[in-house]
C-alpha cells in the first residue's frame, strides 16, 4: 500500500491577520459645548411634553444617550435646562425661515394658507409645553407675579412668553401679505395682527375645546367672513 502524502505545510501562503481598529481613531469627535446642550434640548423636549417638571435627568440622560453626569457639564441644573428647552421652543426663527421659503407668487390665499399653518404647529408646540410645564393655570400666574414683586422680573419664574418673538413673526406675515396691499381693506401689517389673533384663538386647545379650525377655514373666515355672497349663492367660491 502507497504511503499517505504528507502535505506539505510550508507551501500555504501565509495570512495576514485581520488588521485591529483604533478605538481611539474610530472614536467619534466629541461634541462642542453648545452641541452637546443641542443635542441634550432636543431629546429633553419630548420629554417635558410627555411628563412636565416631574422628569428626571435620568430619563433624559438615556435618551440623549449620555451619562447622567454629563448633562451637570453642560447645564448648572435641570431647572436650567428646561429654561433652555423654553427658549429653543420659543424662538421664533424656524418659523421665520419657513416663512421665507412660501412662494411670494402663489395666489393671496394659498400663500397666507401656508403661513397659518406654520403659526399653527408653532402654537400647538408652544402652548403644549407650556400647559405640560404648568404655565397656564392661574397658581403659575400668581407665582410670576410674586417673582416679580419680590424684584425678580429676569429670574426663571418669568413668562416664558415673553419670548415668543411676536413682532418679528408679525412683521413677516405682513411681508407675506405685501403683494396684496391693494386688495386688502386694511394695511398689511394690521391684517397680520388680525390674522395672528385669529389663528391663537381658532387653534388654542383650551379655546376651542379640543376641536380647532383649519388653516383654511381660518384664512377663509379671514378673507371672506360669515356673510353669504353673491357667488354663493350662485353655487361660486367666495368672492
Known amino acids: 500500500m502507497p504511503a499517505t502524502p504528507v502535505p506539505d505545510l510550508t507551501s500555504v501562503p501565509s495570512q495576514d491577520p485581520a488588521p485591529v481598529p483604533d478605538p481611539v481613531a474610530s472614536r467619534a469627535a466629541p461634541l462642542s459645548r453648545d452641541?452637546?446642550?443641542a443635542t441634550i434640548i432636543a431629546a429633553?423636549?419630548?420629554?417635558?411634553?410627555?411628563?412636565g417638571q416631574a422628569v428626571t435627568t435620568r430619563q433624559i440622560a438615556e435618551a440623549s444617550g449620555i451619562a447622567e453626569g454629563t448633562i451637570f457639564r453642560v447645564f448648572t441644573d435641570k431647572a436650567e435646562l428646561v429654561d433652555a428647552c423654553l427658549t429653543a421652543a420659543f424662538d421664533p426663527r424656524p418659523a421665520l425661515e419657513r416663512f421665507a421659503a412660501i412662494d411670494r407668487a402663489l395666489p393671496l390665499e394659498p400663500r397666507l394658507t401656508a403661513a397659518v399653518e406654520i403659526l399653527q404647529e408653532r402654537l400647538r408646540i408652544a402652548?403644549?409645553?407650556l400647559m405640560a410645564l404648568?404655565?397656564?393655570g392661574p397658581s403659575a400666574a400668581k407665582e410670576r407675579e410674586a417673582a416679580k414683586d419680590r424684584?425678580?422680573?429676569?429670574?426663571?419664574n418669568a413668562?416664558?412668553?415673553d419670548r415668543f418673538g411676536s413682532q418679528e413673526l408679525l412683521d413677516a406675515l405682513a411681508g407675506l401679505l405685501e403683494p396684496d396691499r391693494d386688495r386688502l381693506r386694511l394695511?398689511?401689517?394690521e391684517t397680520a395682527g388680525i390674522a395672528r389673533v385669529l389663528t391663537f384663538a381658532a387653534s388654542h386647545p383650551r379655546l376651542t375645546e379640543g376641536h380647532p379650525m383649519t388653516a383654511e377655514q381660518i384664512v377663509s373666515l379671514l378673507l371672506h367672513g360669515v356673510l353669504v355672497h353673491d357667488g354663493d349663492r350662485a353655487g361660486g367660491a367666495p368672492c
Open 35 to 37: 452641541e452637546r446642550r
Open 44 to 51: 429633553t423636549l419630548p420629554l417635558l411634553h410627555e411628563h
Open 187 to 189: 394695511p398689511p401689517a
Open 159 to 161: 413668562d416664558p412668553r
Open 151 to 156: 424684584g425678580m422680573a429676569e429670574d426663571r
Open 134 to 136: 404648568g404655565f397656564g
Open 127 to 129: 402652548v403644549g409645553l
